[in-house]
């Protein structure tokens, strides 16, 4: 069964807007990685969050974690048609397996 | 670096064929993993190997998948008999790191689109 849920599954906005995901997890994580995905394509890292952490930047990408809720967010910032993607997390727990979410699918019109 | 290799890219195959997945990993790295995609099941990981040796196959389906590395460049998935419930994409990703630790980031292939009709 996969560990992370992630809501919305899917998401349309128009080119400059903001875009948010989150996910949401079960058990104990130890680290909290987001991954991209292009139609056709396999997954490419973007961030990774470690469980100690509550928030990272990586350009226009803002990922925050709350353990206390099992939950992390993607933030998106000045959202360009390039960005048109599946967005996964993944999680791993003591082990060296990552466990994927359902992924949210992101649409940017230009 | 090329990055991870996958062949073929397509496969159409007839039920009760045997099927053989193909992917080549990133030089250096030390773990390989195979996943299958499908909508209805999302992204499952089937089986890794760590320095060639499988680790963990408790996702792979049925006895009519196995997978092998014999070689730090190498591995390949096998289905046999192929069923039309196999139709999915196959994905090889890799990355270096220490054992039990899985804070690197993977690195997929561009995966192989299976259709058994």
């Known amino acids: 069964s996969q560990q992370g849920e992630e809501d919305p599954q899917a998401l349309s906005i128009q080119e400059g807007e903001n875009a948010t995901m989150n996910c949401s997890y079960k058990t104990s994580i130890n680290n909290l990685q987001w991954y991209r995905q292009n139609s056709g394509r396999g997954l490419v890292h973007l961030i990774l969050i470690r469980s100690n952490e509550r928030e990272k930047h990586s350009g226009r990408l803002r990922v925050t974690l709350d353990t206390s809720k099992k939950s992390s967010s993607l933030l998106i910032t000045a959202s360009r048609a390039a960005d048109t993607a599946s967005y996964f997390c993944?999680?791993?727990?003591?082990?060296?397996?990552?466990?994927f979410g359902t992924g949210t699918r992101l649409q940017v019109f230009p | 670096d090329a990055g991870v290799i996958q062949s073929p890219r397509h496969e159409v195959t007839e039920m009760g064929q045997e099927v053989t997945l193909r992917c080549k990993p990133i030089s250096g790295h030390d773990y390989l993993f195979w996943y299958r995609q499908t909508m209805m099941r999302g992204l499952e990981l089937l089986i890794y190997f760590n320095n060639n040796v499988p680790i963990d196959d408790s996702g792979m389906p049925e006895d009519r998948f196995s997978a092998k590395m014999p070689n730090a460049s190498f591995s390949t998935l096998k289905i046999q008999p192929s069923e039309p419930r196999d139709s999915a994409v196959y994905f090889c990703?890799?990355?270096?790191?220490?054992?039990?630790?899985?804070?690197?980031?993977?690195?997929f292939g561009p995966g192989t689109r299976l259709t058994v009709l």
């Open positions: 993944a999680t791993d727990f003591n082990t060296d397996k990552l466990i």
């Open positions: 990703a890799s990355r270096t790191g220490l054992a039990g630790v899985s804070y690197n980031e993977q690195f």
